[in-house]
């Protein structure tokens, strides 16, 4: 009936098995121990039942009667319990003492590492990994009491991304931090997006759309920004240099000022929001860029991009970029470059 199992440790104890649970039942309901009864009754072999036993009287969940040593009674299993565990709950609460103790000497070090900070002119900082720069970004979070900038490049952002996102912008909003978000016109696409943009407007932040950005880019209070490290790695360089996230706020200003306020592709027409993204390519095409910028600069992937520049150059009959280039500027398909804050 019950296959033959391990105890589990506890700490340096061992706690009961399924054996041991079950016989101790059978002795709690029989009131006296026979072992060939038990062993019967449970579907157990002899010697399991013996060894159960065994463990159950090591473990002081069965104690024998002073007056009669083959009745075993048994023990109040949460009295048991507390002394298995003590040593366990004590181990805990060391490793956790240990845990604090840690913490306050890295944190001691904290501000000789600010100080140094304030010592370099430059005020820059490298944060080289992922989770690093997701600590950092929690921490300035907190800390933001005013306004945070953001630049998003890129249509598409995961869902889980975005319910990670949603906690912390709430918490930041409900503060009375001023929150405004440029994401590139492509976003109006996706869905998920969308669907954050609604939820977190209602609770008071801003998005608009633009078809170029300049890059990713977040600012706290005016004070301190973070923009990605050089290459392809999940860095971050975090700016203190006040000039320099004066200049990086002031080309937010400049882009925020010329975008469009967040609204799906569907409000606006599919058809008119498709128009601007392909005159902007146009237009970058005259410029003699290669695919995979045109993708970085307009936030789509290289297919997207490349099925576009295809379309486009079928349209307008050209053979080479640099023709289509010519037959758009000639058919005034560029629009005005002081549209453009890049003009």
Request: aromatic fraction near 6%; charge should be negative; include cysteine.
């Amino acid at each position: 009936m019950f296959k033959a199992d391990e105890s589990r440790t506890i700490g340096s104890s061992v706690g009961p098995g399924n054996r041991e649970m079950a016989l101790y039942q059978w002795v709690v309901g029989n009131e006296r121990l026979d072992p060939d009864r038990a062993a019967r009754e449970l579907g157990l072999g002899r010697d399991e039942v013996d060894a159960a036993v065994t463990a159950l009287t090591e473990l002081g969940l069965l104690k024998a009667d002073v007056d009669d040593p083959a009745r075993l009674r048994p023990v109040d299993p949460d009295l048991v319990a507390a002394v298995v565990t003590n040593s366990l709950e004590k181990s805990i609460r060391d490793q956790q003492a240990e845990l604090h103790h840690i913490r306050d000497r890295f944190a001691s070090l904290r501000g000789h590492y600010l100080d140094s900070l304030r010592r370099v002119s430059v005020g820059l900082e490298l944060v080289p990994g992922l989770q690093e720069v997701r600590a950092a970004l929690n921490r300035a979070s907190a800390e933001c009491t005013e306004e945070i900038l953001t630049s998003q490049p890129g249509g598409t952002r995961a869902p889980g991304v975005l319910k990670e996102a949603l906690a912390r912008d709430t918490e930041m909003l409900s503060r009375g931090v001023r929150m405004r978000t440029l994401y590139h016109h492509t976003a109006r696409f996706n869905g998920p997006s969308q669907a954050y943009v609604a939820l977190v407007s209602g609770l008071g932040a801003e998005y608009r759309t633009a078809h170029e950005l300049f890059g990713r880019l977040i600012v706290f209070d005016r004070r301190v920004a973070f923009i990605p490290e050089q290459g392809d790695g999940w860095g971050a360089v975090v700016v203190r240099e006040p000039s320099v996230v004066h200049f990086l706020c002031e080309v937010f200003e400049q882009y925020w000022t010329h975008a469009e306020p967040f609204s799906d592709a569907a409000t606006d027409g599919l058809e008119a929001v498709a128009k601007d993204i392909d005159r902007t390519i146009v237009r970058l095409l005259a410029e003699g860029m290669k695919d995979e910028s045109i993708a970085r600069r307009l936030g789509m992937s290289l297919r997207t991009a490349r099925k576009h520049i295809a379309d486009i150059m079928e349209t307008l009959g050209a053979e080479s970029r640099f023709q289509a280039g010519a037959l758009a500027a000639r058919h005034g398909l560029l629009g005005d470059p002081a549209e453009s804050p890049t003009g």
